[in-house]
């Protein structure tokens, strides 16, 4: 339930923000590469037998809104693709609300750092074992990030979460409205 209100908050900020800004709203797809993405519970917990200490990659979608030259908001939903076997069932995932700040304008690319809120689930359940493992945590993101400028800009970033304590690399593009 959690994740529906998360999924639908964001929704709104999006339209909220598109029916006043056309030009400065963008909207995109991506792809993640994190090292270890995994909540607090998990890592702790002695029943699992499973080790999921592998990279973690996953899909996000990424809005962003141009406030002015210089500064942005960017709320973005990401899920992460299951790294263990078929017998089990397992969701991972995070909301993020960013704010980026332009550090190095050019005329065709821009550096920003990036720091923000996280809203970071994880859903375990094996047939193997009764347990049902369900965490989710907010906490901080914090990185640097690089992107293109046009009509269609291509951005990446390094973020670390802090809730899945890990660093994740992001590369996507994004669609002006």
Known sequence: MK???????VLFFLILISSHAKSQMHIGIGVNY???????YWRSSDYLYLDDENPTLGFEVKGSYDINQKWSLSPSLQYYLPGLSNKSKQFKGSANFD????????????????????YSMLYFKAKSY??????????????????????????????FNSPFRSGILSIGAQFSL
């Not at 994740?3 to 908050?9: A, E, G, N, R, T």
């Not at 994190?34 to 607090?40: C, H, I, M, P, R």
């Not at 704010?99 to 996280?118: D, E, P, Q, V, W």
């Open 99 to 118: 704010i980026h700040r332009l550090i190095f304008n050019h005329k065709t690319i821009g550096l920003y750092a990036l720091g923000g809120i996280s």
């Open 130 to 159: 009764p347990k049902t493992l369900s965490e989710s945590k907010f906490g901080t993101n914090w990185g640097i990030g690089l992107r293109t400028k046009g009509k269609v800009r291509y951005y990446s970033e390094y973020r």
């Open 3 to 9: 994740h529906k209100i998360i999924f639908f908050l």
């Open 34 to 40: 994190g090292n270890k993405v995994e909540l607090d």
